[in-house]
């Protein structure tokens, strides 16, 4: 029987509301969901924990506390970005093992964990703690299409994710753009090859993914992910009800208990009133230009409110047309943060600048440098000419080269906290937590920075000259270019 992750309490928000499901309004409806035979709610990680700290102000490991003292019978499931975590960078692996014995003490059961670039080694390490804390392993293969990308190189990774001790394999394909034929070959190839129970997530971007749901479930594909139909479609996953209904009449049915239905469904449609003000009405709609640019739903969305809001839509065609440009100069690297981030920030530039690498942000230059990991493809050497000069790109495993970091950070909050979560926090986002201890200090004379809306970033007035979009998870960023070419912004709080 296909098990059923259900993605309305992460995937589906992220990608149709900007990540602002506040957890006060997950938990009334937990304890019945939790009687429907899912196997699994996917609640935490990806950018739930940003949104968090970011715009909420919650502390987001209490998300898992609270859901463990409703969710008896469901596994609790998280996103993880290898060595990123949930942030957009590699952590040292003292960071990095703290963290997810963290979120497992407190509840996460499934650990679903993938690196952009198929980089196995910079999943290595994550993949071995989490199996040293009992928990379950799904490895993700990034689904994409390009020369580079085969049927045989997507087996290889399932294959080496195997040999790591992953639990099962993740077809992870983030744009939509799996074909039902190839979803069932993929899906046969990994069950026969690797011989790991395989789920397959995908977005309903182009429209393709719930006739790839069918085709993989005839296929006899072990999990799929859903979400709930007022969450579900376009840019979010396809729908429960409907994968539910479809597969009663295979051989390879849910479990799911659908006479709850009518409940969820007026809660979710409730929900989505309350949160009609983040509610991203394009991202609903299907849109088959992701099967040439290959842009996630999310960042496709806010790409064109952003250029709309900024008169810039005459630019939109030619910023979709820089991405895969700009994709196959940096080694075909699939579009998944945080690289669909780096080259949509550098096509962008590209375009808005006037000048193709005009300025060369500073995720390119450590992608060239091999900071991010081994690209599928070699980077054009006329670009990493441009982006590093002589400089010899690193072959080891990125995070071997970052010192120990935890202690560290401990110290320059011992004034502030000595909670390990919050030193976490601290690690992960130094400035949003840092917001959110002096929120939670005094919530109420705090309350008008809640109520921001983090899509009206304001660039220091300091660096007015230029300014592009950078998104994150569906979140987009304002940014600031000084003439000299340096470049401000706030999603990864470096310059």
């Known amino acids: 029987m296909v098990k059923i992750t259900e993605t309305c309490f992460r995937d589906a928000h992220q990608s149709l509301m900007a990540t602002r499901f506040r957890t006060e309004d997950m938990l009334p409806i937990l304890e019945k969901m939790d009687q429907m035979g899912y196997w699994s709610f996917e609640m935490w990680g990806g950018a739930t924990f940003d949104s968090a700290l970011r715009f909420l102000k919650e502390n987001p490991w209490d998300r898992i506390r609270e859901f463990k003292k409703r969710v008896k019978n469901t596994h609790l499931q998280m996103l993880l970005r290898g060595q990123n975590l949930v942030g957009y960078r590699h952590y040292s692996d003292d960071i990095l093992e703290r963290f997810i014995k963290k979120a497992y003490d407190l509840g996460i059961d499934v650990f679903r964990i993938f690196d952009a670039l198929n980089d196995v080694r910079n999943m290595r390490k994550s993949i071995e703690i989490a199996k040293q804390c009992g928990a379950i392993i799904q490895g993700c293969v990034n689904y994409t299409i390009s020369p580079v990308h085969t049927m045989d190189s997507f087996v290889k990774v399932g294959l ?95 479990q799911i208990k659908d006479d709850y239905f009518p409940e ?53 065609d030619d910023v979709l047309s820089e991405i895969p440009r700009v994709r196959e100069e940096l080694g075909w690297v699939p579009l998944v943060t945080p690289t669909s981030q780096i080259v949509g920030t550098q096509a962008t530039m590209n375009v808005l600048m006037g000048e193709r690498y005009k300025v060369i942000i500073k995720e390119v230059k450590d992608l060239c440098r091999g900071l991010y990991g081994r690209t599928p493809a070699p980077i054009d050497e006329k670009i990493k000419q441009l982006a590093i000069g002589d400089e010899q790109p690193i072959q080891v495993r990125p995070a071997d080269l970052i010192s120990p970091e935890y202690e560290k950070l401990k110290k320059e909050l011992k004034d502030i906290t000595r909670e390990e979560e919050d030193i976490l926090s601290y690690a992960l986002f130094p400035k949003p937590a840092m917001d959110y201890f002096e929120f939670r200090k005094d919530p109420i004379q705090q309350k008008q920075k809640q109520e921001q809306d983090a899509r009206g970033f304001v660039i220091p007035q300091q660096h007015p000259e230029r300014k592009f979009i950078v998104t994150v998870d569906g979140d987009s960023y304002e940014v600031g270019v000084t003439e000299s070419g340096q470049v401000i912004y706030d999603a990864y709080e470096e310059t």
């Open 264 to 316: 969820l469904i007026s809660y979710f449609n409730h929900i989505r009133d309350e949160y009609s003000n983040y509610w991203i009405h394009l991202a609903e709609r299907v849109d088959v230009r992701a099967l040439i640019y290959q842009v996630p739903g999310g960042m496709f969305s806010n790409l064109v409110s952003q250029l709309e809001k900024q008169s810039s839509m005459d630019k939109f």
């Open 160 to 254: 080496e994710l195997r040999e790591l001790g992953v639990d099962i394999i993740c077809i992870k394909d983030m744009a939509g753009l799996i074909f039902p034929v190839t979803a069932a070959e993929l899906v046969s190839r990994l069950k026969e090859e690797v011989k790991l129970p395989v789920c397959l997530h995908s977005h309903c971007s182009t429209g393709m993914a719930p006739t790839s749901y069918y085709a993989a479930a005839l296929y006899d594909v072990d999990h799929l992910d859903c979400a709930i139909s007022p969450m579900s479609q376009g840019t979010s996953q396809p729908t429960t009800e409907s994968i539910v209904e479809m597969l009663k009449e295979t051989d390879n049915p849910t």
